[in-house]
C-alpha cells in the first residue's frame, strides 16, 4: 500500500502549538507504530456508535501490558447479537488526541456468534478503539479510554489491602484498577483487597506515570492479618498454625493444611490478564509471621522463605509463564516490635535470579508514617505515600532496564 506522507502530516500540523509540544513523545509513537502498519491518518469524523453485543475485551479505562518500549497488544473480544450474526468481515481504527487512523481489515477467529482478535498499539493512551461491519459500515462500536502500557498484581497482607488510615487518590486520570466488573480510575479503596480504606497504589501509580509517560493498572489481591502459611495452594501443609486459623484446617495427624483460599483468590484475579499480561507481582507480607504472641504460631524464617518459594513457583507453573516476584522486607508491628531478623532475612534470601526482585524496606518506615500518631502497624497518610514512594524506587532501575530496547519492526 502505498503511503501518502502528506496525508499523514496534515491532521497533526493543524493541532494548536501548545499540543504539539505538550504531547511531542505521544505523536512519535503513533507515527512510529502507523509506519509499521502503513496506516494513512485522516481527520476524525463523527460516526454512529451502534452496540456489538456483549463487548468482553477491551474495556474502558483497561491498560494493556506493553511487550515493546514503543507498543503493545490489544486484545480483542466479543459476541455479537442474533441480529448481526450476517457480519462476514470487520474493520478496526483508532483515535489519539482527535486524530483517527483509516480503516483496516481485522483478522479475526469466530467461535459460533464470538469472535476475538488482536491489534498493536503504541504505548501510552488513552485512545479509542473503533470496530465495524465492513459491508454495513453503520453498525460500528467505539470503545474509549484505552491504554497501552504496565500492569501490576499487588498481594500481601494489609498494608497491600486498603488497611491504611487516609483514603487516596492519584492525581493522574491514567492511574487505574481492575475490579470485578471491569476497570475504573484507581482511589481508594481498591477493588480486589479486602480493606475498606486506603493503599500505596495511587501514589506508585502517579509516579510511574510521570517517570514512564504511560497508564499504570492495578489488580489488588491482598488480604489482611494473612500469613503466608494461608497463600499455600490448597493441600499444602505445615507444622505450626498462623494466629487466624479461619483459611487453614487442623488435621487428624496434628498437621496443619492451607485450604487455598487466598491462593485461588490470587490465580482467579490475574488469570483473565493472559499470558504475560502483567508486568509484576509486588508482594508485601510477613507481619502475621513474625513475633506473634503466641511464640508456637510465630514461623521460623527458614520455613517462610520455603513456603513464599513454593508460591512463587505455584503461581507461575499455573500461569504459564515466568511471572516477576518483587518482595518486599516487612515484619513491622508497633514502636518496640519493629522487625523480625529472622522474617527479614528470609525475604531478603528470596532476591537471587530465577526467583524474586528487591522490593522496599517498609520496616523502616515508622513514627508519624504509621497510624494512630505512630502507635499502629498501618500507613498514616504520609506513610502510605512514603511507602507508594519506596516501591517506585525500586521499580523504576528495573523497568528502565527491561524495555530500554527498541522494538523491531
Given at each position: 500500500?502505498k503511503?501518502?506522507i502528506?496525508?499523514?502530516?496534515d491532521?497533526?500540523?493543524?493541532?494548536?502549538?501548545?499540543t504539539?509540544?505538550?504531547?511531542?513523545?505521544?505523536?512519535?509513537?503513533?507515527?512510529?507504530?502507523?509506519?509499521?502498519?502503513s496506516l494513512?491518518?485522516?481527520a476524525?469524523?463523527?460516526k454512529?456508535?451502534?452496540?456489538?453485543?456483549?463487548?468482553?475485551?477491551?474495556?474502558p479505562?483497561?491498560?494493556?501490558?506493553?511487550?515493546?518500549?514503543?507498543s503493545?497488544?490489544?486484545?480483542?473480544?466479543?459476541c455479537?447479537?442474533?441480529?448481526?450474526?450476517?457480519?462476514?468481515?470487520?474493520?478496526?481504527?483508532w483515535?489519539?488526541?482527535?486524530?483517527?487512523?483509516?480503516w483496516?481489515?481485522?483478522?479475526?477467529?469466530?467461535d459460533d456468534?464470538?469472535?476475538?482478535?488482536?491489534?498493536?498499539l503504541?504505548?501510552?493512551?488513552?485512545?479509542?478503539?473503533?470496530?465495524?461491519?465492513?459491508d454495513?459500515?453503520?453498525?460500528?462500536?467505539?470503545i474509549?479510554?484505552?491504554?497501552?502500557?504496565?500492569?501490576?498484581?499487588?498481594?500481601g497482607?494489609?498494608?497491600?489491602?486498603?488497611?491504611?488510615?487516609?483514603?487516596?487518590?492519584?492525581r493522574?486520570?491514567?492511574?487505574?484498577?481492575?475490579?470485578?466488573?471491569?476497570?475504573q480510575?484507581?482511589k481508594?479503596?481498591?477493588?480486589?483487597?479486602s480493606?475498606?480504606?486506603?493503599?500505596?497504589?495511587?501514589?506508585?501509580?502517579?509516579?510511574?506515570?510521570?517517570?514512564?509517560?504511560?497508564?499504570?493498572?492495578?489488580?489488588?489481591?491482598?488480604?489482611?492479618?494473612t500469613?503466608?502459611?494461608?497463600?499455600?495452594?490448597?493441600?499444602?501443609?505445615f507444622?505450626?498454625?498462623?494466629?487466624?486459623?479461619g483459611?487453614?484446617?487442623?488435621?487428624?495427624?496434628?498437621r496443619?493444611?492451607?485450604?487455598?483460599e487466598?491462593?485461588?483468590?490470587?490465580m482467579?484475579?490475574?488469570?483473565?490478564l493472559?499470558i504475560?499480561?502483567?508486568?509484576?507481582?509486588?508482594?508485601?507480607?510477613?507481619?502475621?509471621?513474625?513475633?506473634?504472641?503466641?511464640?508456637g504460631?510465630?514461623?521460623?524464617?527458614?520455613?517462610?522463605?520455603?513456603?513464599l518459594?513454593?508460591?512463587?513457583?505455584?503461581?507461575?507453573?499455573?500461569?504459564?509463564?515466568e511471572?516477576?516476584?518483587?518482595?518486599a522486607?516487612?515484619?513491622?508491628?508497633?514502636?518496640?516490635d519493629?522487625?523480625?531478623?529472622d522474617?527479614?532475612?528470609?525475604?531478603?534470601?528470596m532476591?537471587?535470579?530465577?526467583?524474586?526482585?528487591?522490593?522496599?524496606?517498609?520496616?523502616?518506615?515508622?513514627?508519624?508514617?504509621r497510624?494512630?500518631?505512630?502507635?499502629?502497624?498501618?500507613?498514616?497518610?504520609?506513610?502510605l505515600?512514603?511507602?507508594?514512594?519506596?516501591?517506585?524506587?525500586?521499580?523504576?532501575?528495573?523497568?528502565?532496564?527491561?524495555?530500554?530496547?527498541?522494538?523491531s519492526?
Amino acid at each position: 500500500m502505498k503511503r501518502s506522507i502528506t496525508r499523514m502530516q496534515d491532521p497533526i500540523l493543524k493541532l494548536p502549538r501548545h499540543t504539539l509540544l505538550a504531547h511531542s513523545a505521544r505523536y512519535l509513537g503513533v507515527l512510529l507504530a502507523s509506519l509499521l502498519c502503513s496506516l494513512n491518518i485522516q481527520a476524525l469524523e463523527p460516526k454512529k456508535v451502534l452496540g456489538f453485543g456483549d463487548m468482553l475485551e477491551p474495556q474502558p479505562y483497561q491498560v494493556f501490558q506493553r511487550d515493546r518500549i514503543d507498543s503493545g497488544p490489544i486484545r480483542i473480544r466479543a459476541c455479537l447479537p442474533t441480529m448481526d450474526q450476517s457480519i462476514s468481515s470487520m474493520e478496526w481504527s483508532w483515535v489519539a488526541d482527535g486524530v483517527a487512523s483509516a480503516w483496516f481489515p481485522l483478522a479475526v477467529q469466530w467461535d459460533d456468534t464470538c469472535f476475538q482478535a488482536q491489534v498493536r498499539l503504541p504505548a501510552g493512551g488513552w485512545y479509542t478503539l473503533r470496530l465495524r461491519d465492513r459491508d454495513d459500515r453503520a453498525k460500528t462500536h467505539e470503545i474509549k479510554y484505552i491504554g497501552v502500557g504496565e500492569v501490576f498484581v499487588v498481594a500481601g497482607q494489609s498494608n497491600a489491602a486498603n488497611h491504611g488510615e487516609a483514603i487516596m487518590e492519584p492525581r493522574s486520570d491514567r492511574v487505574v484498577s481492575l475490579s470485578q466488573d471491569g476497570w475504573q480510575p484507581a482511589k481508594d479503596p481498591q477493588p480486589g483487597a479486602s480493606g475498606r480504606r486506603g493503599s500505596f497504589m495511587p501514589t506508585l501509580g502517579d509516579k510511574l506515570v510521570d517517570a514512564l509517560g504511560v497508564p499504570i493498572g492495578f489488580v489488588a489481591c491482598g488480604l489482611g492479618a494473612t500469613s503466608v502459611r494461608e497463600w499455600l495452594p490448597a493441600g499444602d501443609t505445615f507444622d505450626r498454625p498462623p494466629t487466624l486459623e479461619g483459611r487453614v484446617k487442623h488435621l487428624d495427624d496434628g498437621r496443619w493444611m492451607s485450604g487455598g483460599e487466598a491462593f485461588d483468590h490470587f490465580m482467579h484475579r490475574v488469570d483473565a490478564l493472559g499470558i504475560e499480561g502483567f508486568r509484576a507481582v509486588l508482594w508485601h507480607q510477613g507481619e502475621s509471621d513474625a513475633n506473634q504472641r503466641d511464640p508456637g504460631r510465630t514461623l521460623p524464617g527458614e520455613d517462610y522463605a520455603k513456603m513464599l518459594s513454593r508460591i512463587i513457583s505455584a503461581t507461575r507453573a499455573q500461569l504459564g509463564w515466568e511471572v516477576p516476584w518483587f518482595v518486599a522486607q516487612t515484619s513491622y508491628h508497633v514502636p518496640g516490635d519493629e522487625a523480625s531478623p529472622d522474617i527479614r532475612r528470609a525475604q531478603a534470601s528470596m532476591w537471587k535470579p530465577g526467583l524474586a526482585l528487591q522490593g522496599p524496606d517498609t520496616d523502616a518506615l515508622k513514627g508519624m508514617l504509621r497510624e494512630s500518631y505512630g502507635q499502629g502497624v498501618h500507613f498514616s497518610r504520609e506513610g502510605l505515600i512514603a511507602h507508594g514512594q519506596a516501591w517506585a524506587h525500586c521499580l523504576l532501575p528495573w523497568l528502565t532496564r527491561a524495555t530500554d530496547q527498541p522494538s523491531s519492526p
